[in-house]
């Protein structure tokens, strides 16, 4: 057989196994080695949220604030880190907006900024694990409408389908 015939017949057998599912997956230790060595990217502040670019979620219903992530800000980036701009309204009408990220894997927060009146404060904060003590707004986040608990975040596109349904779950 010649090299090209050769080359022709390894790319076809690839092909087939990636697709029929002979293709392996990364090992325990493959994973672990990504996680030990997981590197944070940049992170740019995005312009204040408008109301026009605001999704509601319900973290539960007995609660006195209403709860928004901007669709504009909503992004996943390649070091797999969600993120959001977070609003959450008092009935009074008062905002508190925050910028904030979510590693799915790792169950795990970080808030980048705070928003004081038309900017941005950053503030940031180390990485904290949400777990059971976490606010419940974030929980539910974590759980209901970002990520696929423990593994990957959803995509912008599934988040943003369903965040108006009452989770993933519902």
């Given at each position: 057989m010649s090299g090209g015939r050769v080359r022709s017949v390894i790319a076809c057998v690839l092909a087939v196994a990636s697709t029929t599912g002979l293709a392996q997956s990364k090992s325990d230790w493959e994973l672990d080695q990504e996680e030990r060595y997981w590197n944070e990217g940049?992170?740019?502040l995005?312009?204040?949220p408008r109301d026009t670019d605001l999704v509601e979620f319900e973290p539960t219903a007995s609660s006195s604030?209403?709860?928004f992530v901007d669709r504009t800000t909503l992004?996943?980036?390649?070091?797999?880190?969600?993120?959001?701009?977070l609003v959450a309204r008092s009935s009074s009408g008062i905002s508190n907006v925050s910028y904030e990220g979510m590693r799915c894997k790792s169950n795990e927060l970080r808030i980048?900024?705070?928003g004081r009146g038309p900017v941005w404060a950053e503030r940031p904060k180390e990485w904290v694990n949400i777990g059971s003590k976490?606010?419940?707004w974030h929980r539910a986040l974590y759980?209901?409408?970002?990520?696929?608990?423990?593994?990957t975040?959803?995509?912008?596109?599934?988040?943003?389908?369903v965040m108006p349904r009452g989770g993933f779950h519902r």
């Open positions: 940049e992170v740019t995005p312009p204040m604030f209403r709860f992004s996943i980036g390649k070091d797999r880190v969600i993120r959001y701009t980048y900024a705070l976490g606010q419940l759980r209901d409408y970002l990520c696929k608990v423990g593994t975040p959803l995509s912008v596109d599934e988040i943003l389908k």
